[in-house]
């Protein structure tokens, strides 16, 4: 696959871009790879086959097949909540809906074709029970008597005041083979018919999307019997999460227990007061202040992220009309008016507090508070919040607070018996076998939940360095750095701190004994911090750190690190991180005040790894004979990431992060960031990414990679060809941008968390701790997985709070004919590498490090003077910018790209951890 001849420098990289180390063809004669190990107890790696280079005309890349299961691992039995479809044979008839007038709400929509299937039972149903799935797709189990012609029909709906007139159109589209589903599970052929698995799952949504509110997959239900307030005028809804899934021989439902926030159904004004922290409204005699007006605005309007709130009105009799807000007025309703026309004609300003007077004999309890307008923002009707309740029913889709967040765990974690217990309960209660409508299509499925067949993998050796050369055993995921120093530790000469809380918080003697306590551990851990810090001095606001940095970098050229301490959640933290990481390239470590007042040999131990790695230096490594066989050949491990602006946003960048391994352990990383448009998943620049990345490791190391393997974290199912199709290519194109016939074998494996299969121990003795979860290192890749393709579920870290949730990685192409076992150990290994703690944790370290960098990319986008929260804080938009003009929307991709370039200087290292 190497050319034994230097090769040439390709066009499209700058002169000299690779520096002095040997040709990036091959390796240095008589130079040993990085971590060279002769074939492990997994034996030696199948030879990699050069990957075909399909043009853009060809074919798209499929998935590779399953090319085994695994057999490393003690075994385990396990159940897991997917329980069994039996499904009809033959044909399902589908039909194509359009209901005018449209845009009506899902909820409209299945209540409009449920009365047109009653209306024309006789004349079109006869007794049959089609479902629907609230927008355009109806399915029945016998053909319709409508032929294949469209057929329009009329349908009323009983309204408050009139009845509402819908025309509803029907029209045959294709009959759904459920043959071919069933060919796709047991094998004999690859593509899985998604037309067949949608017609199931509209089959099994129809009756609960009727009886419950519908939130994505999940369903929900009005709390009884159960309070869980969230404050704010939000509290937790439970429901539960549905799916149908292919699986190896036969079809499973996916169900799970949900919890999700909704807006209280209570009256406006005690919304306002739980919004506002107002006690008792009656101690509310004045009007509103402007920055309350402004904070219970902003939760109860429509604005650029998400819709206003519904409200009812309660003035009127049994006629409670809805509304949706649009906004809040200035003024109290004693003083805010409107154009009233008279009866005469004439039209006069009159008060919205004199209006309910003269009208409905209404003398207002609160004319000192605002008034909500609703409806169209330019019609000025106005409504006092005293005559209106929030609507039942609404999902919170804005950001919860920490302290809401908090609340919601608290108040949602189950401990993995307990939840087992929850959703078998919610199987029998849902009882799918009584449905009309699964019976009508010959549907049914097994209340048990299925048993699976697992495997508990041994976790790698950890290796640490200073005179001992330390090992550590994990054990169920946690290992001890106590009496051990780091892999490759630095010296600390030149620092400094930078207290940002007040001196009456943090005083003197406090910052002293932190200074003394972090010295003695740090020294203990093989990271010496030599003498007192250069610079100790308090500092106020965010507009004090960029002169401040200039100022120590000027004085002290040495300096290799600032301490900051904060007083809790600060924009300081943001403002730290963009002068450090993108204007001045100086290592940054920030604590809050409380763990500087009171120290903690925990706290002060995960601020070591971190600046540990943030100055180049290598916490620990694998044990390298305890490896997999794939270390033999020089390889980089990429991982991938893209986050999004918060739900309902409609104008903040998604942001790409890359990162790369830099060494045979692998432990030190690379990062590459770029800002993209709104909402884009695919990574859009990600051949000019994986190309630094790869100039940077040869730099590193002195060697090309033979082998990639990248981690894509962030992408849902629907997504998986287009990814891939997109992203393999422009890793393949990064490398022959780099060097003509240059073709590493390339395998890109997608992570995903954001799921609901879960994975229960059937024996009780394999329960591990309080939380009953299943061990660190379980795997599974038969019985509840893709039919055909590469996949599996990994759970590898200790689950300490809650019910633990596997991985699910799906391998979409596979150039090195990786085994099951390979995969999965490689995999398992590279989560016990994650430098910012001693426990493995839930993916592998590369993923986990691209949505630290696409995080931290937020932070950098965050300007000065605002709140440092980058997912919540209007300042991301440039309200009142500092130092970027204009607002998120109007920013230039070039000014952006510029706020999240990292300096120079930390480049290298992993700013990030």
């Known amino acids: 696959m190497y050319p034994q001849s230097n090769p040439v420098m390709p066009p499209c990289g700058p002169p000299g871009a690779i520096g002095q180390p040997p040709p990036i063809g091959q390796s240095p004669i008589g130079q040993q790879p990085m971590h060279p190990r002769p074939p492990g107890p997994l034996g030696p790696l199948a030879p990699m086959v050069p990957p075909p280079m399909p043009s853009d005309t060809e074919v798209k ?21 997917h329980f069994q479809v039996t499904m009809p044979q033959g044909v399902i008839h589908h039909y194509d809906i359009s209901i005018l007038p449209d845009k009506c709400p899902r909820r409209v929509n299945r209540e409009i074709i ?99 509110t519908p939130v994505g997959r999940s369903f929900f239900s009005p709390p009884e019997g159960y309070e869980h ?28 227990v949900s919890a999700t926030a909704f807006y209280k159904s209570q009256p406006v004004v005690e919304f306002m007061c739980e919004v506002l922290d107002i006690r008792d409204i009656n101690e509310q005699r004045r009007p509103l202040t402007d920055s309350q007006r402004v904070k219970f605005t902003k939760e109860i309007r429509a604005n650029g992220y998400s819709a206003g709130l519904k409200v009812e009105i309660t003035h009127c009799g049994s006629m409670r009309r809805k509304y949706r807000v649009c906004n809040v007025t200035r003024r109290p309703a004693q003083t805010q008016s409107f154009p009233l026309q008279l009866e005469s004609g004439q039209t006069v300003e009159c008060t919205v507090a004199k209006y309910f007077l003269d009208r409905y004999k209404m003398k207002l ?79 049914g499925i097994n209340y048990r939940m299925a048993d699976v067949q697992g495997r508990v993998l041994l976790p790698p050796k950890i290796l640490y360095g200073g005179r001992t050369k330390a090992q550590a055993v994990p054990n169920q995921g946690v290992w001890d750095m106590r009496g051990k120093q780091f892999y490759n530790g630095i010296e600390i000469r030149t620092w400094a701190i930078a207290c940002f809380a007040p001196q009456r918080t943090v005083r003197e003697d406090a910052l002293r004994n932190f200074t003394q306590q972090l010295q003695r551990l740090s020294n203990d851990a093989g990271m010496p911090i030599l003498g007192q810090p250069c610079f100790c001095k308090y500092a106020t606001g965010p507009d004090q750190v960029e002169p401040m940095f200039r100022y120590l970098m000027g004085l002290y050229p040495g300096l290799q690190l600032i301490v900051v301490v904060l007083p809790g959640k600060t924009p300081v933290y943001a403002e730290v991180k963009r002068v450090g990481d993108i204007l001045v390239g100086i290592a940054t470590q920030c604590v809050q005040a409380k763990n500087v007042n009171k120290t903690s040999p925990q706290t002060l131990s995960n601020l070591c790894l971190k600046i540990n790695v943030k100055l180049g ?87 090309k990679p033979q082998r ?206």
Request: aromatic share 8%; net charge positive; with cysteine.
């Open 61 to 81: 890349f499929k998935p590779p097949i399953r090319p085994n299961v695994g057999t490393q691992g003690r075994p385990i039995m396990l159940r897991a909540n």
């Open 708 to 913: 990639i393997i990248f981690y894509r974290d962030g992408v849902s199912e629907g997504q998986f060809d287009k990814v891939l199709d997109h992203e393999l290519r422009a890793i393949r194109q990064a490398c022959v941008c780099l060097e003509g016939g240059y073709q590493p074998g390339i395998t890109f494996v997608v992570v995903q968390k954001r799921h609901h299969t879960r994975l229960f121990c059937a024996d009780r003795r394999d329960q591990i701790g309080k939380s009953g979860n299943i061990p660190a290192g379980t795997t599974v890749d038969i019985g509840i997985t893709h039919p055909t393709e590469f996949d599996f579920f990994l759970c590898s870290h200790a689950g300490i709070q809650g019910t633990s949730r596997p991985s699910h990685y799906h391998v979409l192409w596979d150039d090195n004919q990786f085994t099951a076992d390979d995969l999965q150990i490689m995999t398992y290994q590279l989560c016990h590498t994650y430098v910012r703690c001693t426990r493995s944790v839930s993916i592998p370290a590369p993923a986990y490090y691209a949505h630290l960098v696409a995080f931290r990319a937020r932070y950098h986008l965050v300007e000065k003077d605002h709140d440092s929260d980058p997912a919540t804080s209007s300042n991301y938009t440039g309200e009142g910018s500092s130092h970027i003009s204009g607002n998120g929307d109007d920013r230039s991709k070039t000014a952006m790209d510029k706020a999240v370039t990292v300096h120079p200087n930390i480049l290298k290292v992993m700013y990030f951890a």
């Open 229 to 256: 307030p969230l404050g704010g005028g939000r509290e937790v809804w439970f429901g539960f999460h549905q799916s149908v899934r292919p699986s190896h021989w036969k079809m499973m439902l996916n169900i799970d």
């Open 365 to 443: 309890q609160y004319p000192h508070l605002p008034c909500l307008q609703v409806g169209q923002e330019q019609k000025h009707t106005y409504l006092p919040l005293e005559v209106c309740n929030i609507v039942g029913g609404q999902r919170c889709i804005k950001k919860l607070t920490d302290m809401q967040t908090s609340t919601m765990i608290k108040a949602t974690a189950r401990s993995a018996p307990d939840r087992e217990r929850e959703i078998n309960a919610l199987v029998r209660k849902a009882d799918f076998n009584s449905d009309p409508h699964l019976q009508t299509f010959g549907i």
């Open 114 to 212: 449920d009365t047109m299937v009653q209306a024309y039972q006789t004349k079109i149903f006869n007794g049959q029970r089609p479902v629907f799935d609230g927008r355009k797709n109806l399915y029945s189990r016998d053909p319709l008597p409508i032929g294949r012609e469209k057929v329009e029909l009329e349908v009323t709906l009983p309204g408050e005041g009139k009845d509402r007139v819908f025309k509803v159109s029907i029209k045959w589209v294709a009959q759904v083979s459920l043959f071919a589903l069933e060919e796709a599970l047991q094998g004999r052929t690859r593509n899985i018919p998604f037309d067949a698995i949608q017609a199931l799952d509209v089959v099994m949504r129809h009756l609960p999307s009727m009886k419950y």
């Open 617 to 703: 230096g290598v916490n620990n490594i694998l044990q390298p004979g305890a490896r997999h066989a794939v270390y033999s050949d020089p390889l980089i491990f990429i991982g991938a990431d893209v986050t999004h602006p918060p739900v309902g946003d409609c104008s903040r960048p998604s942001i790409a992060a890359v990162v790369g391994s830099m060494d045979g352990h692998p432990s030190r990383y690379a990062a590459t960031v770029r800002v993209q448009a709104h909402r884009e998943e695919i990574i859009q620049e990600l051949t000019s990414m994986v190309r630094e990345l790869l100039i940077q490791f040869y730099k590193s190391t002195g060697f």
